[in-house]
């Protein structure tokens, strides 16, 4: 079960904060001193099919049924409490809750809860404007309803705007993770850990705003309690999302993540490659309301069968932002 809660684990870890973050950026140029109204909010319900929901490897002593049809909820929000050029300092929170009707994985029914505080302040570097931001999220993350890990995560970022269109961000933060069971012996199978990151992004928006695509680099060394669980990580993502006709716009995002386990215990020593990827189809049906259509593609390749595997999901989504 340790094995496969942790990759578990670092698979929502990995998908749900992106998620998560995504009503927390503000949109334009520090230029734009201008503020709307003090808050934002999305609420978003889904279900999905799901091929593997635990996440089982190739070499698995998992038993009985892998494949669920499941459901859930997410909502973001932040709350800004100073707007006043050059400051934004606010208060934010992310809620996310999935179910599977399949009895054999409701173990994996997860629970995220994860408030945040931030503080942006804008400037010009140069003749470029600028954008520095630091905040704090405090998550907490529950498997079928019982406590799983929590994890302490301040993170400073700074952001520049070489051209209108064009915005690079060098981040980096800070992740103590503290799970709730150590393992048999803790020296070698406790997943506690702390991980540093450090990232580049660049966005391009193309003329018009009807286009627009990112691109990731990102190291990570994961200093775990117990030896198996110490990493370096190297990540490398993409993303494009473009309008095509009508109320219809479609995005598609992947990734690479290379992992080498450097103090792991026993031969042959871990490593894994892993292939992310979704595609997303999406209709407006009103200002506040978007429906989706996505499908995404895991596969984990580890230097063992017990460390490599498959999953597919394809779901709907319905998201109302106010």
């Known amino acids: 079960m340790a094995m496969r809660t942790t990759q578990f684990g ?3 870890r990995r998908c749900w904060i992106p998620a998560i973050s995504i009503v927390w950026l503000t949109h334009g140029t520090p230029a734009q001193a201008e503020y709307g109204r003090p808050w934002d909010l999305s609420l978003r319900l889904f279900s999905e099919y799901n091929d593997n929901v635990p996440l089982a490897a190739d070499d698995t002593d998992f038993s009985g049924e892998q494949k669920s049809l499941g459901a859930g909820f997410s909502a973001a929000g932040v709350y ?5 050029y050059p400051w934004e300092v606010g208060v934010g929170a992310g809620f996310v809750q999935t179910g599977y009707l399949e009895s054999n ?15 942006r302040y804008l400037f010009n570097l140069g003749a470029m404007p600028a954008r520095a931001e630091a905040a704090f999220t405090f998550r907490d993350d529950l498997l079928d309803f019982e406590q799983f890990e929590q994890s302490y995560i301040p993170a400073l970022s700074l952001t520049v705007f070489p051209i209108d269109p064009l915005a690079i961000t060098a981040y980096t ?26 990232g580049l992004n660049g966005r391009y928006v193309f003329p018009g705003g009807m286009q627009n695509v990112g691109l990731t680099g990102e190291y990570r060394h994961n200093d775990a309690d117990g030896d198996n669980f110490t990493y370096d990580s190297y990540i490398v993502s993409a993303d494009f999302w473009t309008h095509i006709v009508g109320p219809f716009s479609a995005s598609v995002s992947g990734g690479y993540t290379n992992e080498d386990y450097t103090d792991f215990t026993t031969d042959p020593k871990r490593t894994q490659d892993n292939l992310y990827g979704t ?25 063992t069968d017990a460390f490599s595997l498959d999953r597919s999901i394809v779901g709907v989504g319905l998201t109302y932002r106010p």
Do not use: C, K
């Open 105 to 119: 994985v409701n173990d994996f029914n997860f629970t995220s809860i994860a408030p945040r505080v931030y503080g």
């Open 80 to 84: 800004r409490i100073i707007q006043e």
């Open 279 to 303: 595609v997303t189809v999406y209709m407006a049906l009103s200002h506040e309301l978007t429906l989706d259509a996505y499908y995404s593609y895991t596969h984990m390749d580890g230097s």
């Open 10 to 12: 670092r698979w929502i």
């Open 173 to 198: 933060r800070l992740s103590i993770d503290q799970f709730d069971d150590d393992g048999a012996d803790p020296a070698v199978t406790s997943r506690d850990a702390t991980q540093y990151v450090v």
